[in-house]
């Protein structure tokens, strides 16, 4: 075991409509984030990570760092001068998913789906992080009807209790994910439900047996999209075939505790799917009230319900339709209620006014004559236009008008 620090800030070019760590950390992807001073606190495999933004920069640094044989880095620690930029620069880079252009995608989802166009501008840089696909099951099984204050709780009871220690920040210790074989043992069951995870303790407890005593090495890893190469240096079973996201889908659905949602929260946010749509309340509801689909009552859905949403997401919003339907979905969580409603600054905006059958001449902004003839006047007025609205308002169309003498 190695310890390593890299304590000085280092930056990242990047501007906030590339990459809001604000919203991407909180909107239900990952649970292990801690804010702290302004500053975002969390392991990553081994590294205890810091993280701030600026307008035009994310700043990181390296608390303190482990490399156990379990954790099974990608880059071989040797001493402490191998936790250096480029990796970390390189693990950053892999998590927030920057190899994809956002801006790119915002403008193409925004073209195909009017009511995306409308909530988008006041929800930019929304990622998909590319989480480890172990710890990305596990935290989904506990997400279950619940919320993700709730999940956040139980995930740090996970590390405590089971995952190695890395380091603190000021008096609060920092620990990595557990893995499969931590989890896996005869009495996780039982301290998981005195720990309050309630049915979810025998799911997870499960799922921990079967992933490292059932399946060979690397299974998980295996159902990683190749176009979008998971952080891990696993090695995978040769299956002689490539993966494919519903191939992907059924294999999560086999294991304990995963359904249709838990198995597509997993494809999109641990093994690199963007197609995948996990459809939860929140998704119904907005499938329900902005895409017309069907007003059903209901907390649980069909198999032909759940997959009709999804089609529908992808066929509007393409490979990446997970990404466009998790900028929707934090549009839609109580959370974010300020920030969907959140006013643009007033500007000005040139007005076309029509003016018909004047009896007399007029005044208008004390600056425009008008003489009984049929004239048009351009007056600059300063109206308010949000981000999120059109801006064609009501002043702006040609209106008619009759003064008399």
């Known amino acids: 075991?190695?310890?390593?620090?890299?304590?000085?800030?280092?930056?990242?070019?990047?501007?906030?409509?590339?990459?809001?760590?604000?919203?991407?950390?909180?909107?239900?992807?990952?649970?292990?984030?801690?804010?702290?001073?302004?500053?975002?606190?969390?392991?990553?495999?081994?590294?205890?990570?810091?993280?701030?933004?600026?307008?035009?920069?994310?700043?990181?640094?390296?608390?303190?760092?482990?490399?156990?044989?379990?954790?099974?880095?990608?880059?071989?620690?040797?001493?402490?001068?191998?936790?250096?930029?480029?990796?970390?620069?390189?693990?950053?880079?892999?998590?927030?998913?920057?190899?994809?252009?956002?801006?790119?995608?915002?403008?193409?989802?925004?073209?195909?789906?009017?009511?995306?166009?409308?909530?988008?501008?006041?929800f930019t840089g929304i990622r998909i992080l590319s989480q480890d696909p172990w710890e990305a099951l596990i935290a989904f099984i506990c997400s279950s009807n619940n919320n993700i204050s709730r999940i956040s709780q139980m995930v740090h009871k996970l590390c405590i209790h089971y995952g190695p220690l890395v380091g603190h920040i000021g008096d609060e210790a920092f620990h990595d994910f557990p893995n499969p074989?931590?989890?896996?043992?005869?009495?996780?069951?039982?301290?998981?439900?005195?720990?309050?995870?309630?049915?979810?303790?025998?799911?997870?407890?499960?799922?921990?047996?079967?992933?490292?005593?059932?399946?060979?090495?690397?299974?998980?890893?295996?159902?990683?999209?190749?176009?979008?190469?998971?952080?891990?240096?696993?090695?995978?079973?040769?299956?002689?075939?490539?993966?494919?996201?519903?191939?992907?889908?059924?294999?999560?659905?086999?294991?304990?505790?995963?359904?249709?949602?838990?198995?597509?929260?997993?494809?999109?946010?641990?093994?690199?799917?963007?197609?995948?749509?996990?459809?939860?309340t929140h998704v119904w509801q907005i499938a329900q009230r902005d895409y017309r689909f069907g007003k059903v009552k209901t907390k649980t859905f069909s198999k032909a319900m759940y997959d009709s949403v999804g089609d529908h997401f992808r066929k509007i919003w393409g490979p990446y339709a997970g990404w466009a339907q998790s900028v929707l979905f934090t549009a839609n969580l109580k959370s974010f209620s300020e920030q969907a409603f959140e006013k643009a600054e007033p500007v000005e905006v040139k007005v076309e006014v029509e003016i018909k059958e004047v009896e007399q001449d007029a005044i208008i902004d004390e600056a425009v004559p008008l003489t009984r003839k049929r004239r048009r006047a351009t007056v600059v007025d300063t109206v308010k236009v949000e981000d999120h609205a059109p801006t064609n308002t009501a002043r702006a169309v040609r209106k008619s008008r009759r003064t008399k003498a």
């Open 1 to 122: 075991m190695h310890p390593a620090q890299i304590p000085e800030w280092r930056k990242l070019p990047l501007t906030l409509a590339d990459l809001c760590i604000e919203t991407t950390l909180r909107c239900g992807q990952s649970f292990r984030w801690r804010k702290i001073n302004d500053e975002w606190n969390c392991v990553l495999y081994g590294r205890l990570l810091s993280l701030k933004q600026d307008k035009s920069h994310l700043h990181y640094r390296v608390v303190s760092a482990i490399t156990p044989a379990a954790l099974a880095p990608p880059l071989p620690v040797k001493c402490e001068s191998d936790i250096g930029e480029d990796d970390i620069q390189a693990l950053l880079k892999h998590y927030f998913s920057l190899k994809h252009d956002l801006g790119t995608l915002y403008e193409q989802w925004s073209k195909s789906d009017a009511n995306f166009q409308k909530k988008a501008p006041n």
């Open 181 to 280: 074989q931590s989890l896996s043992g005869s009495k996780v069951e039982a301290h998981l439900r005195d720990l309050g995870f309630g049915y979810r303790a025998k799911y997870i407890a499960e799922t921990a047996r079967i992933v490292a005593k059932e399946k060979p090495e690397g299974w998980l890893e295996s159902l990683i999209n190749p176009e979008n190469p998971g952080w891990s240096a696993k090695e995978t079973p040769k299956g002689g075939y490539l993966p494919t996201y519903r191939h992907a889908h059924e294999q999560l659905l086999l294991l304990s505790g995963v359904g249709p949602k838990v198995a597509d929260c997993v494809c999109l946010m641990g093994l690199g799917w963007g197609e995948a749509v996990p459809v939860d």
